[in-house]
């Protein structure tokens, strides 16, 4: 309640002509979304200041405003208020959640009318692929129709000196398994197009591709000790210290992906009969694993320090306003900055290390292939030979002698 924050002053704020109606309950969203005390009174600070400039840009009520207005009020307010124009974000962010104004970020990229919408849909329904895998191909779609706006080009005049130049745009800022991947995505989307005379045919054809070699790089493994290492390195006194070293600890224990991770939720716990159920990214495919001792004791430690307030389920949320969930990315930013404050030498920039890691280390216990594909989620047996590649102890005991050179005079 607003009153509680200004137990005088309150009026002063129900008052505003534009945000007035709307700052009680601005106030019970950011302590709902985790604000702290000083974070919301130096929010609802700002509200009058803002009333006063988005009147000033002729909107007299709540329901006119959308996302144009709001970014052209935060720059503004940049000049004076650099610290504390973020909040106008802040509001926008409580405004669609309570459905006061549309989504003006996602409602373009959402239209079902749009050509990378109307991709996406054909990805999802008739190519059946996952959600990621969609996310993926319509980005390259977009940057494709975005390098095709700016030069002016409609797509029935594409030409593949206009593949050839987005291509050498996009080399510029991929690597070479990445730009890989997303020349894979633009072949998809010209076959899309030729197949309703949107596009010239036959320009899925005319683009190459970076060479990439089978096998030619070693997975990123992590010597095991340096894995235990990092892991007593986590500072388990703060919570936000135990939830990430739950997370690390989920990792290195099952050699879960950061998408699943994130995922789990208090019902994929099974407490009394020790089980962890996890539902596979990749696969699709539901997944059981015997809960140890250690995983145990520290999701228990997390869970209680940092419960999960409702209606929210997931068993890993943000630890910074605003509360919510927990994207992959936050994994890889949390691993990067337990590497940096443990000064250990690590060149690896995400926790997928941690999961090659615990693949060798099964190896190396002598587990077989089928099992350790098994738990990684792996479709083929191929997927999971990769990693034999990593023994190199046991591939020096099968390794042939080097035959010697012949000089010639061994036949005289």
């Not at 699709?284 to 694993?289: F, K, N, R």
């Amino acid at each position: 309640m607003l009153r509680s924050v200004f137990p005088r002053a309150h009026q002063k704020y129900f008052s505003l002509p534009l945000l007035g109606p709307i700052a009680d309950g601005f106030d019970d969203w950011l302590a709902a979304s985790g604000f702290t005390l000083g974070s919301r009174t130096l929010a609802i600070h700002l509200l009058p200041i803002a009333d006063k400039q988005l009147r000033r840009r002729g909107v007299d009520e709540v329901a006119k405003l959308n996302h144009a207005v709001l970014d052209d009020c935060c720059k503004a307010l940049k000049k004076r208020y650099p610290c504390r124009a973020g909040t106008i974000h802040t509001l926008e962010r409580y405004l669609v959640a309570n459905g006061l104004i549309m989504d003006g970020r996602q409602s373009a990229a959402t239209q079902p009318s749009s050509l990378s919408g109307d991709y996406a849909g054909h990805l999802r329904e008739v190519r059946g692929f996952a959600t990621s895998t969609v996310s993926s191909h319509r980005r390259t779609a977009q940057c494709f129709l975005q390098h095709l706006a700016t030069a002016g080009t409609a797509l029935r005049r594409i030409r593949p000196c206009h593949v050839e130049s987005y291509v050498a745009q996009a080399g510029k800022r991929l690597s070479r398994a990445s730009l890989q991947h997303d020349i894979a995505a633009l072949r998809g989307f010209l076959r899309f197009l030729a197949t309703d005379g949107r596009a010239p045919t036959g320009l899925d054809r005319q683009i190459d591709t970076p060479r990439l070699y089978r096998l030619e790089r070693l997975p990123r493994a992590l010597p095991w000790e340096t894995v235990r290492t990092l892991l007593q390195s986590v500072d388990k006194a703060s919570p936000m210290g135990l939830r990430d070293y739950a997370m690390f600890l989920l990792i290195a224990t099952y050699g879960l992906r950061a998408s699943e991770v994130v995922a789990i939720t208090l019902d994929d716990i099974h407490w009394r009969q020790g089980i962890l159920r996890i539902h596979q990214r990749k696969t699709s495919s539901p997944l059981e694993l015997p809960l140890t001792n250690e995983v145990l004791s520290a999701l228990v430690k997390h869970l209680k320090r940092t419960p999960p307030p409702a209606p929210y389920r997931r068993v890993f949320l943000r630890m910074r306003a605003p509360m919510g969930v927990l994207k992959p990315t936050a994994v890889t930013e949390a691993f990067q900055a337990l590497v940096r404050k443990s000064g250990l030498s690590i060149s690896y920039q995400g926790p997928h290390c941690m999961r090659h890691a615990y693949a060798l280390r099964l190896l190396k216990n002598g587990t077989p292939l089928k099992t350790i594909g098994d738990i990684l989620g792996h479709r083929t047996a191929e997927a999971t030979c990769m990693y034999l590649r990593l023994a190199t102890g046991d591939l020096r005991e099968v390794a042939l002698a080097v035959p010697g050179v012949r000089t010639g005079k061994e036949g005289r």
